[in-house]
């Protein structure tokens, strides 16, 4: 199995709110991508904060026994991360209402699983196929799921970027969990730097480059050619093909 992790600033922004990083323990891979949120640095803060303190506990964890095992020690851990990332925004006043984004993947052995808070995105790609299988905690999809607007609509409404949930943004947090059933033959992660300007098209071409390089770098290519606008932050996985 190969792996890669890139996160840029883009052309746009002052600094990178986005965080984005792919490690193993004993017997698993966890990989990460938070989009920061708030004024001045408090993004910043956020996204490395959450991003620093899975990893951290996913290292002391040191192996799982099984993905239910996975499942429950994230459980456990995003709410006191939340927590702990809420308490700062309370305490330290230029950290006032900061959150972020956290979209992550845990790989042990021939299982996946997923977990989702926001609008980072987790896709699968399968046969040269590619599909988004989380589902975006914004008001745009929000009105989707309200009938109020098509599904093609969604990406390019107004309240696109409009988040109803983040980490740290309140005591509780609400998260998505996805159990990955399905062959794949690339996992990503992408912050909405990529998503949110490269059509959907476009990023599924890309991966015609089989090299798992080269699609990092045309992606991030292909974000800035959009324009730049948004951070970049983007994780690949290829799986093992003799599997």
Same mark, same amino acid.
């Given at each position: 199995?190969?792996?890669?992790?890139?996160?840029?600033?883009?052309?746009?922004?002052?600094?990178?709110?986005?965080?984005?990083?792919?490690?193993?323990?004993?017997?698993?891979?966890?990989?990460?991508?938070?989009?920061?949120?708030?004024?001045?640095?408090?993004?910043?803060?956020?996204?490395?904060?959450?991003?620093?303190?899975?990893?951290?506990?996913?290292?002391e964890k040191g192996s799982f026994k099984s993905i239910e095992e996975v499942r429950k020690w994230f459980v456990s851990e995003i709410k006191h991360i939340n927590?702990?990332?809420?308490?700062?925004?309370?305490?330290?006043?230029?950290?006032?209402?900061?959150?972020?984004t956290l979209a992550a993947l845990v790989v042990l052995g021939t299982e996946v699983v997923g977990f989702n808070i926001g609008d980072s995105r987790i896709y699968?790609?399968?046969?040269?196929?590619?599909?988004?299988?989380?589902?975006?905690?914004?008001?745009?999809?929000?009105?989707?799921?309200?009938?109020?607007?098509?599904?093609?609509?969604?990406? =390019?409404? *107004?309240?696109?970027?409009?988040?109803?949930?983040?980490? #740290?943004?309140?005591?509780? /947090?609400? %998260? $998505?969990? +996805? @159990?990955? =059933?399905? *062959?794949?033959?690339?996992?990503?992660?992408?912050?909405? #730097?990529?998503?949110?300007? /490269?059509? %959907? $098209?476009? +990023? @599924?071409? =890309?991966?015609?480059?089989?090299?798992?390089?080269?699609?990092?770098?045309?992606?991030?290519?292909?974000?800035?050619?959009?324009?730049?606008?948004?951070?970049?932050?983007?994780?690949?996985?290829?799986?093992?093909?003799?599997?």
């Amino acid at each position: 199995m190969k792996y890669t992790s890139i996160s840029e600033i883009g052309l746009i922004r002052s600094n990178n709110q986005d965080s984005a990083t792919v490690i193993e323990n004993e017997n698993a891979l966890l990989a990460v991508v938070c989009d920061g949120i708030g004024g001045a640095n408090a993004g910043e803060v956020a996204s490395n904060m959450v991003k620093s303190l899975l990893k951290e506990s996913f290292l002391e964890k040191g192996s799982f026994k099984s993905i239910e095992e996975v499942r429950k020690w994230f459980v456990s851990e995003i709410k006191h991360i939340n927590k702990t990332t809420f308490h700062e925004s309370l305490v330290v006043k230029h950290y006032s209402g900061m959150g972020t984004t956290l979209a992550a993947l845990v790989v042990l052995g021939t299982e996946v699983v997923g977990f989702n808070i926001g609008d980072s995105r987790i896709y699968s790609l399968h046969d040269g196929k590619l599909e988004c299988l989380s589902h975006d905690q914004t008001y745009a999809y929000e009105m989707y799921l309200r009938n109020e607007i098509d599904f093609n609509e969604i990406d =390019t409404h *107004p309240k696109r970027n409009v988040l109803m949930n983040a980490v #740290g943004i309140d005591e509780d /947090v609400k %998260f $998505e969990i +996805i @159990q990955i =059933t399905e *062959p794949w033959d690339y996992l990503m992660i992408s912050s909405d #730097g990529l998503h949110g300007y /490269v059509p %959907f $098209e476009k +990023i @599924q071409e =890309t991966f015609k480059l089989n090299d798992i390089l080269s699609i990092r770098q045309e992606l991030l290519k292909l974000s800035y050619e959009a324009g730049g606008y948004d951070n970049i932050s983007i994780v690949l996985i290829e799986g093992d093909r003799d599997e």
